[in-house]
Nanobody, 121 residues
Framework: QVQLVESGGGLVQAGGSLRLSCAASGFSVMSYAMGWFRQAPGKEREFVATIRRSGGDRYYTDSVKGRFTISRDNAKNTVYLQMDSLKPEDTAVYYC??????????????WGQGTQVTVSS
């Protein structure tokens, strides 16, 4: 049974940091590209970052470049999103997904339940 479980969200002040984790079970994170997306209230789910299954390539949306880092620990079968210099506009529910190396929601087959990130000004 494929399952993705996100954790690490919370409330942080602007300028602070959080590290999100996405623990996978039922499959290996080396078998698929993994991505992070976010969804703010009243908005559509949007792409944040993705990492190839080989781990060699990473891609970020422009608004998080230089602040967020996606990584993967194959031994723990877990994907991470290190978020630094957080801004209020980063506030959203963050989701991880497994699928193709893509910025499109439709290219991801499995999703976690999400973790809330709230950045106060």
């Amino acid at each position: 049974q494929v399952q993705l479980v996100e954790s690490g969200g919370g409330l942080v002040q602007a300028g602070g940091s959080l590290r999100l984790s996405c623990a996978a079970s039922g499959f290996s994170v080396m078998s698929y590209a993994m991505g992070w997306f976010r969804q703010a209230p009243g908005k559509e789910r949007e792409f944040v970052a993705t990492i190839r299954r080989s781990g060699g390539d990473r891609y970020y949306t422009d608004s998080v470049k230089g602040r967020f880092t996606i990584s993967r620990d194959n031994a723990k079968n877990t994907v991470y999103l290190q978020m630094d210099s957080l801004k209020p506009e980063d506030t959203a529910v963050y989701y991880c997904g497994s699928g193709s190396y893509s910025q499109l929601v439709r290219d991801y087959d499995y999703w976690g339940q999400g973790t809330q990130v709230t950045v106060s000004s």
